[in-house]
């Protein structure tokens, strides 16, 4: 029953998220801007992964708002890939149609 994209990361992309977005670490979560090299995050399989490197950059662009069922809502830019049903998506090529996936799924 297991979908082959959810044993594989998503595609490389600079990992855009607004500040203040919270990320699951082994430490609880915490926002964004405090994650650090080193520090264990939760994967889309729900295992931990240890960051390599940590980036920051301003773009004037369009930020996308997600919010699932559970009324959590995200902030990405629009190259950044959220895990659906369907596989990898880029935020803007997102539908309403799109059943996005969280840790609860997999």
């Known amino acids: 029953d297991d979908p082959g994209f959810m044993r594989y990361g998503p595609p ?3 990992n855009a998220c607004l500040g203040g977005q919270f990320i699951s670490t082994d430490s609880g979560n915490i926002p964004i801007e405090n994650i650090q090299k ?7 399989t729900g295992r931990l992964f240890k960051v390599k490197e940590v980036m920051s950059k301003f ?7 997600i919010e699932l069922n559970d ?10 890939p ?3 049903k369907r596989g990898w998506v ?9 059943d996005v996936m969280t840790i609860e799924d997999v």
């Open 12 to 14: 490389l992309h600079y």
């Open 38 to 44: 080193g520090d264990l995050v939760t994967t889309h």
């Open 59 to 65: 773009e004037d662009k369009e930020y996308f708002e």
């Open 71 to 80: 009324g959590k809502i995200f902030m990405l830019t629009g190259e950044h």
């Open 82 to 84: 959220v895990l659906c």
């Open 90 to 98: 880029r935020t803007d090529e997102l539908t309403l149609d799109d």
